[in-house]
C-alpha cells in the first residue's frame, strides 16, 4: 500500500523490540523529574533515578533524559543539599540498570557489553531514514519536527510547541 508518506518506511518490528520500553522509561523519568525539580527531596530524585535506569537498560540514548533532568533540577535548586541528590538519583539509576540484567545471571556482564557494543555501533554507523524526499544515512537533525507536522498537521504541532514553551514558563514562574 503506497501512501506517498514516511509512514510506509516504518519497521513494525522495531515496536516489538526496545524503543517502547527505552521510551517508556524516558517519558516516566521526564515526568519524575519535572516532579523532583519542582519539589525537590529523595524520593523523586530515587523515582527518577530508577526510571533512568530502567530507559538505559533498554536503550543506551535513554541516558540523555538524565542530563535533561539534571539540568531541570539545578536550573531551580542549587545547593549542596541538590547536588547529593543527584548523587542518589545517579547511583540508583546505576543500580537499577544493574539489576534488569540480574537475571541473565553469569552472562550479565557479557549481555551488558553486547548491549553497549551494539548501540555504539549502531550510532556510529546510524540507520537509513526518509527525510524530505530522500533517504539519509543518519536523519537531519529537522527530521523528527518534519515527521511531526506531517503526522500531526501544523495546528497541533504549534499547539504542542505551544505547550512546551508555558511548560517552560510555568516551572520559572510557579
Known sequence: ME?????EMVRLERLAFLDVFAATGMVAALVAGW???R???WLPALVTGACVGLGVASKLPAASIGLVVAGAVLAHRRGWREVAELGVAGATSVAVFALSYLPYGRAA???VRYMLEHQLEHAAGG???YAGGSVHAKPPWWVFLAYQVEADGRVLTAA???AVVAALVLVRNP
Open 39 to 41: 519539589r525537590g527531596g
Open 109 to 111: 556482564p557479557d549481555a
Open 160 to 162: 504542542t510547541a505551544a
Open 127 to 129: 540507520h537509513l531514514v
Open 3 to 7: 501512501t506517498g508518506t514516511h509512514l
Open 35 to 37: 516532579w523532583w525539580a
